[in-house]
């Protein structure tokens, strides 16, 4: 695929599809890293008070390395990704909790989020990231309503669709239960098209998202205090800060919410072209 997209006798309009095409399994690639490597190691109960990284992934299974992570100074991580460096699952969980709990303020993520922005992540890191904002927060367990099942898009401009499909899939007696986001950049987000109707509150709690989701079978909301709740403030950061674009960020701000939000199927919109982030 990537020969294709390069080669100088490629028509453009080929290569406008290839570039698309390996824009979209990117986006995949990465998001299915955070589902395999993140949903498994997560049960649907409360977060510790003491998030820690799966046993299982890469790089966080050593006491040692998460000692060294917590003696070294948020500073020092933003220098390291901003010089090129790989965080390690410590690093990442250390700055992301520090973030979380008030240790690390938001000039300090801002300048990380930019360093990322500048430097991107590898696919682990990226697995890390989605990780420790998952663990910020709980899994919900819906696993008594039946079949679930989510759909996100990455955003762009005129981006209706959750509008009309999450309630034509409830009828079909499948429950979706859709956590979204506001608009980021030129975007407009989801929320903010429900919120300019008179009446329509997005901030529900996980308790009022589940009796939603028990009465009607659908439900639209913001990012709750309990589900992945650092996402929020890192959306709003990445917002103001010229960010929104980085794919990294990008995919582990989705991905946190939909592990968290404990749907059994997730649909991603992957939007290309000028007016979505992920342009040709």
Known sequence: LKSRCFQGSTPPSSHLRCTRAMKTRAVLQVALVCLFGCVGSHSPSPASSEPSCSSSSPGCNSQQHDEAA?????????????????????????????????????????????????????SSETAHLTKAMVDTGHILDLSALGDTVDKHS??????????????????????????????????????????????????????????????????????????????????????????????????????SKKIAEGSAALLLDVKTGSGAFLKD
Do not use: W
């Open 70 to 122: 917590t003696a070294i100074l948020p500073v020092e991580l933003i220098s390291k990704k901003r010089d090129g460096g790989e965080l390690t699952c410590e690093e990442i969980r250390r700055f992301v909790t520090g973030f979380h709990t008030g240790e690390i303020s938001d000039y300090q993520m801002t300048a990380m989020l930019m360093a990322i922005y500048i430097k991107g992540m590898s």
């Open 154 to 255: 990455t955003g762009g401009v005129g981006d209706k669709v959750s509008l009309a499909l999450a309630p034509l899939v409830a009828s079909l007696n499948v429950v979706v239960p859709m956590m979204s986001g506001r608009g980021l950049g030129h975007t407009g987000g989801t929320l903010d098209k429900l919120e300019s109707v008179p009446g329509f509150r997005s901030n529900l709690t996980a308790a009022e998202m589940v009796d939603a989701l028990g009465e009607v079978g659908v439900c639209i909301t913001g990012a709750t205090d309990g589900v992945a709740p650092v996402d929020r403030r890192m959306y709003a950061l990445r917002d103001v800060s010229g960010t929104t674009s980085s794919l990294p960020l990008i995919v582990s701000s989705i991905m």
